[in-house]
């Protein structure tokens, strides 16, 4: 399904909607805002509510979150993994760095469009990664025991490391000897 309105842009199908700003020539010029189909209904929910920066930033302190300051630095630092440089400034609105033309500037947002559903499962899953990183000391202690967490967390964390290194050897080993990267060619046929 696809949403549009004069400045929403709702791609449902692919998870995510933008939003025309057009501030420019501030200190922080915003051209676009994209977000994904969640933030909408949440930002649906809470529509006519008055929010102003203080109360945002005393909010983020009490909750111990992340500062609204540094979060398009963070987003930034996602962004390049999981898409082109100048499509994150794109998005970004980063045009300081980045200056083009009219047509480019359709190229970069059709490209944009086309990365930011990319760059969303990048960090849901960095989120999850994170999460799950952070809850492996606890569950290592409720499944083995307090009296030797250490060890049996750096055996863990160890493990970790070493199929990190071994595994991609085995997977390319894998390749080399079926002649494909398939998990089907992998497997031994049934009899």
């Not at 051209?31 to 983020?60: D, I, P, Q």
Request: charged content about 25%; overall charge positive; glycine content about 8%.
């Amino acid at each position: 399904m696809y949403l549009e309105t004069i400045r929403l842009v709702c791609l449902q199908d692919r998870g995510f909607c933008r939003y025309y700003v057009g501030i420019r020539g501030s200190q922080k010029p915003c051209e676009w805002a994209y977000f994904s189909t969640k933030t909408l209904k949440l930002l649906e929910e809470y529509a006519g509510e008055r929010v102003n920066r203080s109360s945002v930033r005393k909010y983020t302190k009490r909750n111990g979150l992340l500062p609204p300051k540094y979060i398009r630095k963070a987003t930034w630092r996602l962004m390049i993994k999981a898409m082109p440089r100048e499509v994150a400034r794109f998005i970004q609105s980063r045009f300081g760095e980045l200056r083009v033309s009219e047509a480019r500037y359709k190229d970069l947002l059709s490209e944009a469009d086309e990365y930011y559903p990319k760059y969303l499962t990048v960090a849901v899953l960095g989120f999850i990664y994170g999460s799950t990183l952070a809850l492996f000391p606890a569950a290592t202690g409720d499944f083995f025991g307090l009296k030797y967490l250490s060890e049996n967390y750096a055996l863990l964390f160890t493990s970790w490391g070493v199929s990190g290194l071994l595994f991609p050897s085995i997977g390319g080993y894998i390749k080399d000897l079926t002649g494909g990267a398939q998990p089907q060619m992998w497997r031994k046929p049934r009899q």
